[in-house]
């Protein structure tokens, strides 16, 4: 008896027993036509009647009904965070389309980008990290380093102190790609220090089209935190030189970039639940917090893309064990701010 | 500004609720030959049939040059789901009109043909330009049915090309051509690419996929696992990881030198100046317990041969002798032939597991199909090797493997006294050819000398020990096993040969020089 508590399977049986009763009178009526009691039109009127019927409840109401629980399965399964008003269609009754609405409101994309952008804040007040404060005491150490002629500490400390300036300030940027590209290579300068010659990096792009693809624009720290898991994930852990590369193109709508590295790479099971997780963004929204598992960065760097340009843009990440990582960020190729559809999201 | 043609963004798909594609990434872009390797074929049906259709998705998107045409959140349903994506696809079944011409294929079997009056000279005059345009001389009049494979397959290409379609997939065509051919056709693609068009070649081989493709992407499990650019070297973990035990076979193998018997009193099988139909000429022997492995270099002479060793055909002039007596044609049960996709050809889905399995047995045994003790008493003895549950199993349910392995032990129960086997290899997936290769390796353990017979080397050298190449006329080329690591094609497990002749342990190089003509 728990089935009947659901309204649906309720109209489905009273709908089926008026199927019947309809059923049973086209019977008796063809019955009687063929007794001749009775003529013959009645019967075909109706059957034509229920025919007609038939066809009108399955276009208009069990395709949309299918339609809607199927995007409910799949919201629920974490593929989506899309407006569930527009994706439904239709909707059984004014106020549950009433309460969708709300509900997608509530779970407004520039909103959960703005709760994101909290978080960040409150990690950094957490962490006790006055830029300024931060900037002087490195551009101290650095002026001291000069002056006790050791140039090594004082290039070391204004990489640090460029790559703090480009992550701590305005978070919920845009930038060009020359200037993510650039702090990639101020990180990339601060890693070499610990690993030396162990580690190179090569930017690819087709020189026709570096003007163009430099300009595009693209949420800040997006390429960094790869480029980061590259290195501890991918290139730490092996034997031998690690080479790095990132690798730039763009199409007529998109912009490519591809993170890679030769190190460790990781196996068929490992990628699969990692492409899965990248997949089912709402998924890792709903368990924002609880999430312990590793590859944050990439979920965190995916989660935003998702939220400014929509689910067809993110990442996705190939990799085989002992080959290598490539992890490729899809994004639309705008050179303008003006561009971005989710404007909200910058304010 | 580079185009795609084709992008598959995170794409799920799923056919009764088992994924077949799980976060399926791929794009293909304008003039690039994209090589896709399947370590195994889970899922490569299906996405051939997403590419002809927009089906429904579970999730993911599809982009055609670079517009949205299908959304898991808005499905494609009734017409619309025939795909607007102008992409063809060529396989060994042909999509083309067996008993029209190459010139009607071509123009008039194709979506905006309007006319209601065919002119042939018009036809012939359209196409003239096309083969021209890639040095081919089919003529537009010849019929479908007459065409070799390959000349089927430029057809198939034109049609493409005429009919203004963008991307063209080409699935597993290498073991149906020779290597000479497949270059021409390499040199095509190239020539298309460069005009604009897009390929997406399924090869086996990664080895395959480099010397053709521009970029190469390796599928496992319904997933692309990584993309290789065409000058980057073949991953060798890839190998150790996917085809760990067909390394370990060719590497016992390499080391196992001692099964073959050599000499004229070891000598099973002998051809001598066979002639029939294409072959011409043709002579070569095979030991006890040799493998032998007969590449057709122009794909024209497999067909004929098998004929002519099955008895089905007469040969015009030579011999064949076996064990010192000559052939005796029809239904000569010293002969034991497997032929091409045998779980197709060689299976009868209306007779039973175990009279499949008895069909080549009655030489051996009178009276086996009245005799139910016979048959009682020999599923006793395979059930521990074939597995129990096969036997009440109707043919059609058995699993590939099932079925590979009730046509092998057939021929194993028959008892031959040499085995030939037609392209053993062919469209099937890496766990499967391990399978087959230790299924010819009982042959071979029993002294049975088998000769496999291929256009495509492939897998096929890793279990030989000797290698005829056979062209037209009759030119053999020969090499030893010894010599394999220096065979002037691109061909997998090539590196193991150039390991063990570098290390010099397990055999040593001959001196003379290769190839060595004999005839």
Redesign the interface.
Known sequence: MKRFEYLSIRVMALLAAALCIHLFLIAVLLFLAFMGHAPFWPAILSLVLLLGLLWWFGAMILKPYLHMER?MR?FLDG??T?DLTH?CQTAPTPMVYQMLAHMMKIMDSSELLKLNKRQAQYLALQNQINPHFLYNTLESIRSEALIAGLTGVADMTEALAAFFRYTISKVENLVSVEEELENCQTYFRIQQYRFGSRLDLTIECDPE?RE?IYGCRLPKLTMQPILENSIIHGTECKIGTGHLTIHL??????L?IRISDDGVGMD?EV??RM??R??RSGQAFASQGSETRGGIALVNVNNRIHLLFGE?Y?L?V???????T?V?I?LPAIANDRELKNKEALK | ????VYRM??V?YCEQGVALL??F?M?I?TGEILGLVPANHFGLSALLRLLRQNLPL??G?VYYK?R?VND??FPCTGMNRVSTNRVSIIQNQSCLAKDLTVADNIFVLRPGFRKRLMQPGILREQLKPFMEDIGMEIPADAYIEDLSTFERFVVELLKAVVAGNHLVVLEDISTFISAAELEKLSRILRHYAKQGMSFLYVAAHFEEAQQICDRAA?M??G?????FGGAEKP????F??CTEDFDRHVRERMARQDRTETGPDHIVFRMENLCSGLVENLSFSACKGECLVVQDLDNCMIQELVSVLSGGTRQKSGSIWINGTLSGGLNDRRVGIIQELPVHTMLFPNMSYLDNLCFTLDHRMKGVWGRGKIKKSLRREYAGLLGEDVFDTPIERLTERQKYDLIYTRIFLQDPDIVFCVQPFKSAEVSLRIHIMELLERFLNRGIPVVIMAVNLADSLALADRLLRVGRGGTVQEYCREEFAALPVNTPWLYLYQEGQGDGMNFQTRSRDIPVLRQ
């Open positions: 995007t799949l593929y989506t899309a994706l089209e163009e193109e763009r199409s007529g709508k998109r490519l068929e990628l699969s492409n899965e990248l997949g067809e993110g996705h190939f990799s085989m064990p002992g080959v290598g490539d490729e899809n | 500004m580079r185009e795609e963004e995170r799920t799980e976060n990434s794009a872009w579970h999730y998107f670079e949205l898991w959140r390796l496992l499990n997933q692309i696992i990584k993309c991953p060798d973990p890839f150790l990881r």
